[in-house]
């Protein structure tokens, strides 16, 4: 019945004028300097050691300059390798991995790197190894393959195949903020604030009876996460 009313109906012509008018509004409510907001990129370091932050174009003269002048003097608050990331103390807070008692470990069996991506593969796990955020180990009962996704950059970013492990994991349930809420919350405001912690997941250490459980095997050896 609804899709033969649907079918039935004649198509409406809106005249051009209002189309005009409820274009001109929309402008109006979302100004291309808040739609369109373009990004450039500041040194807040020096020519030899660049420390590159993205800000956006609207800002006036003033706000830019004073908004710069605040990211000189603060900069020592962004990480901008691995070995910048201090973490957070294991004594206010750390990692765990409970398991389903009826679940076994699982090993995985090692899945073929292609070969274009080794270099880049290889430079990323030692640079997770100069930082501690890993380390080699043997004899691993749990084992899960490396997941490479190709960055518009030319890196890569490492990720691991634990799907076997998070079947094992019991689940944490609790509901996630609403995204009406969420928006409804700026109502009102003239700017919007975000803060995007570096490599978050490595800011929180893992639990020592708990790292070899996030093994996983390369064609360089095996590590777990620490």
């Known amino acids: 019945f609804v899709k033969q009313a ?14 005009l008018e409820f274009t ?26 660049p420390k590159i932050l993205q800000i956006g174009t609207s800002l006036s003269v003033d706000e830019r300059k004073r908004f710069v002048d605040f990211l000189v003097s603060n900069q020592e608050a962004f990480a901008w390798t691995y070995e910048d990331m201090r973490g957070l103390d294991p004594q206010l807070v750390e990692h765990r991995l409970p398991l389903s008692p009826n679940y076994k470990p699982v090993k995985q069996k090692l899945c073929m790197l292609d070969p274009r991506l080794e270099g880049p593969v290889k430079e990323g796990l030692e640079d997770l190894l100069r930082a501690k955020f890993i380390r080699a180990i043997d004899y691993p009962e749990w084992l899960a393959n490396i ?19 998070n079947k094992a994991t019991p689940k944490d349930d609790y509901p996630l903020p609403n995204i009406d809420l969420l928006v409804y919350s700026t109502a009102g405001h003239t700017m ?6 570096c490599s978050g997941y ?17 064609p ?5 996460y620490t």
């Open 6 to 19: 649907v079918d039935e109906m004649e198509p409406m012509t809106i005249p051009e004028s209002e189309l």
């Open 220 to 224: 360089w050896g095996t590590f777990c």
């Open 24 to 49: 001109q509004i929309q402008k109006q409510e979302h100004p291309s300097s808040m739609v369109n907001d373009l990004i450039e990129e500041i040194n807040i370091g020096t020519s030899k050691d």
């Open 192 to 197: 919007f604030s975000f803060m995007d912690g």
């Open 147 to 165: 997941v490479v996704v190709p960055m518009k950059s030319g890196k890569v970013r490492l990720c691991i195949g634990f799907r076997d492990l």
């Open 202 to 218: 490595n800011q929180i250490k893992l639990a020592v009876k708990d790292q070899l459980k996030t093994a996983f095997t390369t």
